[in-house]
């Protein structure tokens, strides 16, 4: 897991706050992706990024905002989140974009109050 | 839907025996992997398998592919108590796409 890390490990907020989650990798890898992952659902892919650009944004709401100012350092900002956004965060690397072997970080568990 | 969904949903089993789980999917693939997870943790990738091969190996995994069935099956031979985790699936379509598929993945417990 230390391919890749994620800060914070849990965060709670409340509706009204402006969070950001942040994913750095260490492999060297060219894309980067954020996934959420909620009970009993498949991991729902939010958006990848190949060499700090975004190429994939899932119909993701605005409250969400990635930012990749880096091929190794990926930030997604929260603001005014509903409960129903409570999930595990998780950020992963791959060489390139697409059928590569995906390293995962540790998730963060977000929790909206 | 491209996503893998595995079954059974949930496994259990004696430390010591085999544990079985399958994948299937409907459209083409590139690759089919496997991940596990445990719990409120990231996910591991475990094995690759391409759309031309048909079964391989990695230590007590055995996993398989049948292209025509559009199915994979993941074995773990004797089993222990620490892989009690989750385990996915994920395709990985032949062009186009820039990411996996994940299915909602197996639950397995090994009873110690």
């Known amino acids: 897991e230390t391919g890749v890390t994620q800060t914070p490990r849990h965060l709670v907020m409340g509706m009204t706050n402006k969070k950001s989650l942040k994913c750095e990798q260490h492999?060297?890898?060219?894309?980067m992706y954020w996934y959420k992952q909620s009970a009993k659902k498949p991991l729902e892919l939010m958006f990848v990024?190949?060499?700090?650009?975004?190429?994939e944004n899932n119909s993701v709401p605005s409250r969400f905002s990635p930012e990749c100012p880096n091929s190794s350092h990926l930030f997604l900002h929260l603001h005014t989140l509903q409960p129903e956004d409570s999930a595990l965060y998780l950020c992963a690397s791959s060489q390139f974009p697409g059928p590569d072997e995906q390293y995962f970080g540790p998730g963060t568990r977000l929790t909206v109050t | 839907s491209q996503q893998g969904e595995e079954d059974p949903q949930a496994l259990s089993i004696q430390e010591g025996e085999n544990a079985t789980m399958n994948c299937s999917y409907k459209?083409?693939?590139?690759?089919l992997q496997w991940y596990r997870q445990n719990s409120g943790r990231g996910l591991v990738h475990l094995i690759l398998?391409?759309?031309?091969?048909r079964e391989k190996h990695s230590g007590r995994l055995r996993v398989t592919l049948d292209t025509s069935k559009k199915s994979s099956s993941l074995l773990i031979t004797a089993s222990r108590a620490a892989d009690t985790a989750s385990y996915f699936c994920a395709t990985a379509p032949p062009t186009g796409a820039n990411n996996l598929f994940f299915g909602t993945g197996t639950r397995l417990t090994v009873i110690p």
């Open positions: 398998i391409r759309s031309n091969e």
């Open positions: 492999l060297g890898h060219n894309a």
């Open positions: 459209t083409s693939i590139n690759n």
């Open positions: 990024y190949s060499l700090e650009e975004r190429v």
